[in-house]
C-alpha cells in the first residue's frame, strides 16, 4: 500500500486503496466514520462504522485491528482528531500491562 506518513504517524490513504480494503474482505479492516450518527445517517460509506461515544469507539476497536477514519470531506478536522484519539488509546492500552 502506498502511503504517506507525515510526523504525527497518521498514513493517508488513496481511494483506490481504501478500494482494495473494501473488497479484501479481511476480518481485521474497520472502516470510521468520525462524524456524529446524523452525518453517518445522511451520508456513510457502506460497510463503515461510527461511534457516538469514546468508549464505544474504544471498547470497539483493537490494536490488532487494521483502521481506516475517514470524514467526508478533506477540510474536516474530525478524522485526524479521531485518529490521534485512537493513537493515544491504543498505545496506552499496548504500554499497560495487565495485573
Known amino acids: 500500500m502506498n502511503t504517506s506518513a507525515p ?3 497518521i498514513r493517508t490513504v488513496t481511494r483506490e486503496e481504501l478500494l482494495e480494503l473494501l473488497e479484501r474482505g479481511d476480518d481485521r479492516f474497520r472502516l470510521v466514520m468520525a462524524l456524529n450518527e446524523w452525518a453517518f445517517r ?3 460509506i457502506p460497510g463503515s462504522e461510527q461511534f457516538n461515544t469514546a468508549q464505544g469507539l474504544f471498547s470497539s476497536l483493537s490494536p ?3 483502521i481506516v477514519v ?3 470531506s478533506d477540510d474536516m478536522p474530525a478524522s485526524p ?3 490521534l484519539l485512537l493513537i493515544t488509546a491504543i ?3 499496548v504500554d499497560t500491562p495487565a495485573g
Open 7 to 9: 510526523s504525527s504517524g
Open 42 to 44: 445522511a451520508k456513510h
Open 64 to 66: 490488532e485491528d487494521d
Open 70 to 72: 475517514y470524514c467526508t
Open 81 to 83: 482528531s479521531t485518529t
Open 91 to 93: 498505545q496506552m492500552s
